[in-house]
Each structure stands twice: as structure tokens, then as C-alpha cells.
């Protein structure tokens, strides 16, 4: 009991660290600083979902950044998965909340979990925006997958695309036998908590 309480408090901090660094990722080069879009406030949720917890999560097959193809099916029975939907590339929340879960990896490893990044924009966009998010060396972790053409494809299949053809700000928890555990559409202006994150995958079995 008392090493998972302080477990536990181990796990906050090292979460508020993260957050710390987190909140000024998109500072962290002169690309971020000169190329973010200055979005404005937006409708914070515009879509409805189509699925829901419990049920099987749709299977897809999407280009990823670092090439090839990935799908989502690859991952049954071997790991959890994190779905990750953002808006746009290059927009101030999306730009703090990848860079987040890149310094976090630890605590998908732990959970073992994937975590896939989706957005709307094409493969070029999402390569200039992602190496930009890291510096010297270091690369993302998780796979980029982009759901360009046919637009939106997978948002629409999860009911999280918008009327004005980005995609929600969403979380999809997945579990190794292709069960939605958890769903997040959050306020799009906002950036998820990544410590409801962890919450939710210790949920699930390693």
C-alpha cells in the first residue's frame, strides 16, 4: 500500500514536469515561434460521435509520416492504443500537445501502449511541422498518420470531423482486443490533461 502511494505521487510529479515543459514546446525553436497560426477562439466541439466505450473501435489504414502505412488491426492482441486526433498542424494547442506525449513515452511504455497521431493535413505538411517540434536529434516516437485523402476519412468514422473539415480535438482509448475503453472530445481550444490520460490506461491490463 505504501509503495503504491508513493507510486503514485511519483507519477504526479513526474506529470507536472512534463506539463511544465510542455507548456512552452511550441517556443522551443524559431520555426514554432515565426510559423504558428494564431488560430482565434473556436466552437469548442462541432461533430457527433459515432461511436462509443464498449464497442469496437473501426478499423482503419492511413500513410504515416515516417512511411508506409499503418493500421489500426495491426495492434490486436500485441498493444493498447492511444488515438490521438488534432486539428490542424502548425496551431498554437496541437503545436504543446504532441511534444507533451513525445517526452512522456514512458508512461505509454509502461502501460504498453501505442500512441497514433492523426490529422487531416497532407504527409509534407505534417513532416515540416513535425521535425520542427523537435530539436537536434530527436525524433517523435509515435506514428503520424494522415487522413487527407479521401478527406477525413477516419474522423468521419469515429464522428469527429467538423463542419469545416478539421478534426475534433480527441482521445480514443483502444485496448489489445479493439475495445474503445475511453473517448475524450475535448474543447478544442484546450490541450487534454495527459495525467486523465495515464488514469485511464492503468485501467487497462499490460
Not at 42 to 54: M, Q, R
Not at 122 to 133: D, E, F, G, S, V
Amino acid at each position: 500500500m505504501v509503495s503504491k502511494k508513493y507510486g503514485s505521487i511519483f507519477c504526479v510529479v513526474g506529470l507536472l514536469a512534463i506539463f511544465s515543459w510542455a507548456s512552452s514546446a511550441h517556443g522551443r525553436s524559431d520555426a514554432y515561434k515565426e510559423n504558428i497560426y494564431p488560430v482565434g477562439k473556436l466552437k469548442p466541439t462541432d461533430s457527433v460521435l459515432k461511436v462509443k466505450v464498449g464497442e469496437r473501435a473501426p478499423d482503419f489504414t492511413l500513410p504515416a509520416v515516417q512511411g508506409g502505412k499503418v493500421t489500426l488491426s495491426q495492434y490486436l492482441g500485441k498493444k493498447n492504443v492511444v488515438i490521438s486526433f488534432v486539428p490542424a498542424a502548425w496551431t498554437p494547442v496541437c503545436s504543446d500537445q504532441w511534444p507533451g506525449y513525445n517526452i512522456a513515452q514512458d508512461f505509454f511504455d509502461q502501460n504498453d501502449a501505442i500512441l497514433l497521431g492523426i490529422t487531416v493535413d497532407n504527409i509534407p505538411t505534417l513532416y515540416a511541422w513535425t521535425n520542427q517540434m523537435c530539436l537536434g536529434d530527436e525524433t517523435l516516437w509515435f506514428p503520424v498518420l494522415s487522413d487527407f485523402y479521401p478527406h477525413g476519412t477516419v474522423a468521419k468514422k469515429f464522428g469527429v470531423l467538423r463542419s469545416d473539415g478539421v478534426s475534433e480535438r480527441a482521445l480514443f482509448v483502444i485496448d489489445k482486443k479493439g475495445i474503445i475503453r475511453y473517448i475524450d472530445v475535448h474543447d478544442i481550444n484546450k490541450r487534454p490533461r495527459l495525467e486523465d490520460l495515464v488514469r485511464e490506461l492503468e485501467k487497462l491490463e499490460k
